[in-house]
C-alpha cells in the first residue's frame, strides 16, 4: 500500500516535460536564383525548447509548432544566413531532429567525419565524392568479390573475406549506405542508417497554417 501510495504521489508532483529540437531549413529543389544553389541541403538554424505536459507526446508536436513560428525561425536564419533573404519564405523547407541525436551524429560526429569518410571511400575504392549509384555498384562488386563461399575449402582465405566484408559493410554505412554524395541531402546520409531520429522535410500539410497560432500554444501545459 505504501509502494502504491509513493507512485500516486509521484505522478501528481510530474509537472511538465522540456525537450530540445535541433531545427534545419533549406530552399526546396527546382527553386531557382542564388539562395536555392547555397542552400539546397539542410543548414541547421535554431534550437527548438519544447514545454508539453507529462503524459504528452512532444515529437508529435514539433511539426505544427514550426508551422506556427515560421517567421521566427526563418529569421534566426537569415540573422545568421544574410542569403537566405533573398528566398522566397514558401520555397524554403523544415527538417527536426533531437539535439541529443544532432549533437552526436553531426556536431561531434563531423570533427571526425571526414577522416571516417575518407577511409571509407578508400575501403570501396570510390571516390570521395562519389554518388549513390557509384557507391551501391562498388558494394556490390566489393561483396562479390569478397564472399566468403568463393573460398571454399580454403580457411584461411575464408576468414580473411570474412574480416574484409566486415570492412566493405562498415564502409557502405559510412558512406550513408548508398544515400551518396549526389543524393537529395548530404546532410540527411550523415550518421548513415543509425540516425533514426533524423526528419525531414515536413510535409506542408504537417505544418498547417504557417504563422499562425495553434491551440497547443493556449492551451494549458499541465493537460497535455
Not at 525537450?19 to 536555392?36: I, K, P
Not at 533524423?198 to 491551440?215: S, T
Request: charged share 25%; net charge negative; proline share 4%.
Amino acid at each position: 500500500v505504501e509502494e502504491l501510495d509513493s507512485a500516486e504521489d509521484d505522478e501528481k508532483i510530474a509537472g511538465p516535460r522540456f525537450t530540445e529540437y535541433t531545427l534545419s531549413l533549406r530552399v526546396a529543389q527546382g527553386t531557382s536564383g542564388d539562395a536555392a544553389v547555397s542552400f539546397s541541403d539542410w543548414v541547421p538554424v535554431a534550437l527548438l525548447q519544447l514545454k508539453c505536459g507529462a503524459d504528452g507526446d512532444p515529437i508529435s508536436l514539433v511539426p505544427q509548432v514550426v508551422g506556427g513560428y515560421c517567421r521566427e525561425v526563418v529569421e534566426c536564419a537569415c540573422q545568421a544566413y544574410p542569403a537566405l533573404r533573398k528566398a522566397a519564405r514558401t520555397s524554403m523547407q523544415y527538417s527536426y531532429e533531437p539535439f541529443d541525436s544532432w549533437n552526436s551524429f553531426v556536431y561531434e560526429g563531423l570533427a571526425e567525419r571526414a577522416d571516417r569518410f575518407a577511409e571509407a571511400a578508400k575501403v570501396l575504392g570510390v571516390d570521395k565524392a562519389a554518388s549513390s549509384a557509384e557507391i551501391k555498384r562498388a558494394h556490390r562488386s566489393a561483396i562479390m568479390q569478397w564472399h566468403p563461399d568463393r573460398f571454399a575449402g580454403d580457411a584461411e582465405g575464408a576468414a580473411a573475406a570474412q574480416e574484409r566484408m566486415i570492412e566493405v559493410q562498415q564502409a557502405y554505412e559510412q558512406l550513408g549506405g548508398g544515400v551518396g554524395c549526389a543524393s537529395e541531402s548530404r546532410y540527411a546520409s550523415i550518421g548513415g542508417k543509425a540516425r533514426v531520429d533524423f526528419h525531414g522535410p515536413i510535409p506542408r500539410d504537417a505544418l498547417g497554417l504557417l504563422g499562425k497560432e495553434r491551440l497547443a500554444q493556449t492551451k494549458d501545459v499541465e493537460l497535455g
